[in-house]
T-cell receptor
Framework: AQSVTQPDIHITVSEGASLELRCNYSYGATPYLFWYVQSPGQGLQLLLKYFSGDTLVQGIKGFEAEFKRSQSSFNLRKPSVHWSDAAEYFCAVGALGYSTLTFGKGTMLLVSP | DAGITQSPRYKITETGRQVTLMCHQTWSHSYMFWYRQDLGHGLRLIYYSAAADITDKGEVPDGYVVSRSKTENFPLTLESATRSQTSVYFC???????????????FGQGTRLTVV
């Protein structure tokens, strides 16, 4: 069975500082990996996805993520955080032949002035 | 409007009552999903559907019923609501065409359900 771990429940970052949100997955074959963002009272919006190819993927809003097979990780990064990035972030994993995604429990990002 | 819409956005119901949450998508996506979101649990899959008249259980299906008579609609029914079903419910759809690729899911705005 697939599983996703987001070790950090909350993270606080100063505006303008860099950000890294951690995601570890468990799956035997090549996973499909996603990062979603949820603003308060809203649904989930896709930030980026990885299926194959280049292990560094670019997403919307200046986010990027790197797939590291050896570490079973897909960490999300942003070089300079803006106050509008404050939200909850979810990592998700899918796979070839699977119809559904498995989500992590989320990381709440707080941005301090 | 194009996209995926859920109704109602907010609902308060009493224990034991039946309540139906609606989900409608305009993309003709084959797959549709219902998730619930609770603090400390993230998103958990309740039910999903691969096509009209095809549904399957997810991680937490007990107490819920779904149907899908048309591709664009996927209602979720709580037959006898309990307080433990107080949650935020998200509907999603995906253009997952067979087993070639697991594409991303597109989410509705959510329905906040309170059972008193």
């Amino acid at each position: 069975a697939q599983s996703v771990t987001q070790p950090d429940i909350h993270i606080t970052v100063s505006e303008g500082a860099s950000l890294e949100l951690r995601c570890n997955y468990s799956y035997g074959a090549t996973p499909y990996l996603f990062w979603y963002v949820q603003s308060p009272g809203q649904g989930l919006q896709l930030l980026l996805k990885y299926f194959s190819g280049d292990t560094l993927v670019q997403g919307i809003k200046g986010f990027e993520a790197e797939f590291k097979r050896s570490q079973s990780s897909f960490n999300l990064r942003k070089p300079s955080v803006h106050w509008s990035d404050a939200a909850e972030y979810f990592c998700a994993v899918g796979a070839l032949g699977y119809s559904t995604l498995t989500f992590g429990k989320g990381t709440m990002l707080l941005v301090s002035p | 409007d194009a996209g995926i819409t859920q109704s109602p956005r907010y609902k308060i119901t009493e224990t034991g009552r039946q309540v139906t949450l609606m989900c409608h998508q305009t993309w003709s996506h084959s797959y549709m999903f219902w998730y619930r979101q609770d603090l400390g649990h993230g998103l958990r899959l309740i039910y999903y559907s691969a096509a009209a008249d095809i549904t399957d259980k997810g991680e937490v299906p007990d107490g819920y019923v779904v149907s899908r008579s048309k591709t664009e609609n996927f209602p979720l029914t709580l037959e006898s609501a309990t307080r433990s079903q107080t949650s935020v419910y998200f509907c999603a759809s995906s253009d997952n065409r067979g087993r070639s690729m697991n594409t991303e899911a597109f989410f509705g705005q959510g329905t906040r359900l309170t059972v008193v």
